[in-house]
């Protein structure tokens, strides 16, 4: 274990530069922040170094993780500063990012999986994917504009689904929905100008559902996309359902049709 007293110490200005995307996204890596959270990292994952304050240090065996990666120690006010967190645990890590295998999840039998448009609230980010990991769904697709994955908020919201279940991000919707008409993937748009209940579709069969923005819904370009429009029943007074909600309601559909195999 190392230990960090300094503001100016090279590793506490990296951990406070990661907190921006382009910093993540140039170094390849991400923060997880959280006991639970870090125990759900999977033991292949590769973790650069983990991050914990003196009083974590104090009252933990730290040998698992110095087993792993470097482990640095930090005095507990600038373990929280350098947090994301308003009250952190004490253990932050350091992860690389992983890039997942396209062709590998096309490949499953009869695969499942989840588009969504411009998804911007990080809330509802992480809850669609620990929801799609629930469902076991077999990707998630994220397209251009929508809310960085490794958004602290969105990883906390995930509960560490996200690394159970791969996600693609700044995918452009164009050529995936070519790609899963050319696997024969029916691809369905959650619209409310649809015109069949997602019950009365065969979803046992390989298939992808496409969610819209929060306040927009699904954009023309997209929903033209899609090899059929469906309405989700609303018959209370409510014009819309939450994104995360509709995108659960249309998994858990999928998951009951294939519970019957």
């Given amino acids: 274990m190392k230990k960090i007293e300094s503001r100016d110490n090279k590793w506490v200005k990296r951990l406070n530069g990661l907190k921006i995307k382009k910093n993540r996204d140039k170094e390849g890596v991400f923060v997880a922040e959280g006991l639970r959270f870090i125990s759900e990292v999977p033991a292949d994952w590769a973790v650069e170094a983990y991050v914990v304050s003196e009083t974590f240090a104090a009252e933990n065996d730290l040998s698992i993780y110095e087993k792993k990666a470097e482990v640095l120690c930090l005095p507990d006010a600038l373990f929280a500063a350098v947090c994301d967190t308003e009250n952190p645990q004490g253990i932050l890590a350091v992860c690389k990012k992983l890039d997942w295998d396209e062709d590998a999840v096309f490949a499953k039998e009869a695969p499942f999986f989840l588009l969504a448009e411009e998804l911007n609230d990080p809330g509802?980010?992480?809850?669609?994917?620990?929801?799609?990991?629930?469902?076991?769904?077999?990707?998630?697709?994220?397209?251009?504009?929508?809310?960085?994955?490794?958004?602290?908020?969105?990883?906390?919201?995930?509960?560490?689904?996200?690394?159970?279940?791969?996600?693609?991000?700044?995918?452009?919707?164009?050529?995936?929905?070519?790609?899963?008409?050319?696997?024969?993937?029916?691809?369905?748009?959650?619209?409310?100008?649809?015109?069949?209940?997602?019950?009365?579709?065969?979803?046992?069969?390989?298939?992808?559902?496409?969610?819209?923005?929060?306040?927009?819904?699904?954009?023309?370009?997209?929903?033209?996309?899609?090899?059929?429009?469906?309405?989700?029943?609303?018959?209370?007074?409510?014009?819309?359902?939450?994104?995360?909600?509709?995108?659960?309601?249309?998994?858990?559909?999928?998951?009951?049709?294939?519970?019957?195999?």
Wanted: charged share 20%.
């Fill in 124 to 261: 509802n980010l992480g809850t669609v994917i620990r929801t799609a990991d629930a469902c076991g769904a077999d990707a998630v697709f994220l397209s251009k504009g929508s809310v960085d994955l490794h958004n602290p908020k969105v990883l906390r919201s995930t509960m560490g689904s996200m690394f159970h279940v791969p996600v693609f991000q700044n995918v452009d919707l164009n050529e995936i929905s070519a790609k899963l008409k050319e696997n024969n993937i029916s691809l369905y748009a959650a619209h409310l100008r649809g015109e069949r209940w997602p019950y009365d579709l065969d979803l046992k069969a390989p298939c992808a559902f496409i969610i819209g923005n929060e306040a927009r819904g699904l954009s023309d370009k997209a929903a033209d996309l899609c090899d059929q429009w469906v309405k989700i029943p609303m018959p209370g007074q409510a014009e819309s359902l939450n994104a995360s909600v509709a995108a659960g309601v249309l998994m858990y559909e999928v998951v009951r049709q294939r519970l019957d195999k």
